[in-house]
């Protein structure tokens, strides 16, 4: 076991042979899954060097560069991260399908985010995709604009359908699995259920 939690994620492969819900979560990280999610981001950030530094802001891309820092290694990693079956592997680093390789210096909290957290959460994002539009409507940079726009549209449409559908982090607001699905993923994983339970959740029925 790969984990000092009872999350069958981290188990080994075995007990995955035997699920009623394999295939329905992403619950393995698998390098595909990772390297489409930095695609669709890396092509916002590229647009958006190009839209701002035109425009003579560049200097001020260092403060987004600063709040990625702040927000994936402090900030999200709390409020979001530290929820999800992925953070609860053993080790100082997260190895996961978007927020790979970051530092995990909280510990892993197997209740569901509460509603303050889930607020913050669309506070941070606002201000991770808002910070270079500003700069590129301040400089009348309105194509890059459009096509920024665009591409967050894309972004998020891509999470929503293709990752959010099938995330384990289930608390998070995006997550859209299906609630006999969550609940069966928690009767494997006792440590979690309790917690859930312990916030309120009700699991309806064992599968
Ligand atoms: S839910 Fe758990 S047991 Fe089932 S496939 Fe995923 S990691 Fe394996
Ligand atoms: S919530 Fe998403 S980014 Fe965070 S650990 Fe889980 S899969 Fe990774």
New binding site residues.
């Given amino acids: 076991m790969k984990s000092d939690y009872e999350i ?2 981290w ?1 080994n ?1 075995e ?2 042979d035997v ?1 009623s ?3 329905k ?1 992403i ?2 990280f698998r390098t595909k899954y990772l390297l489409s999610f930095l695609s669709y981001f890396l092509v916002y950030v590229i647009t958006t060097f190009i839209g701002i530094i035109l425009g003579g802001f560049g200097w001020y891309l260092l403060g987004w560069i600063g709040y990625w820092l702040f927000f994936f290694e402090v900030w999200e990693i709390r409020i979001l991260c530290s929820h999800c079956p992925y953070y609860a592997e053993e080790g100082n680093t997260l190895h996961c399908i978007a927020n790979y390789s970051s530092l995990k210096l909280w510990k892993y909290h197997p209740e569901p985010m509460n509603m303050s957290e889930k607020i913050q959460l669309f506070i941070g994002f606002t201000i991770l995709f808002g910070y270079p539009l500003i700069f590129m409507v301040l400089d009348s940079q309105f194509i890059f604009l459009v096509v920024s726009i665009i591409e967050i549209m894309i972004f998020f449409s891509f999470l929503i359908i293709k990752r959010c559908a099938k995330c ?1 982090n289930f608390s998070c607001p995006f997550n859209r699995v299906r609630k006999e699905v969550v609940d ?2 928690l009767n ?2 006792p440590e979690m259920k309790k917690a859930w339970e312990a916030s309120g959740y009700k699991v309806l029925k064992e599968i």
């Fill in positions: 069958c994620t188990k492969s007990v995955c699920c819900i394999k295939g979560l619950c393995h384990p069966s993923f494997k994983n």
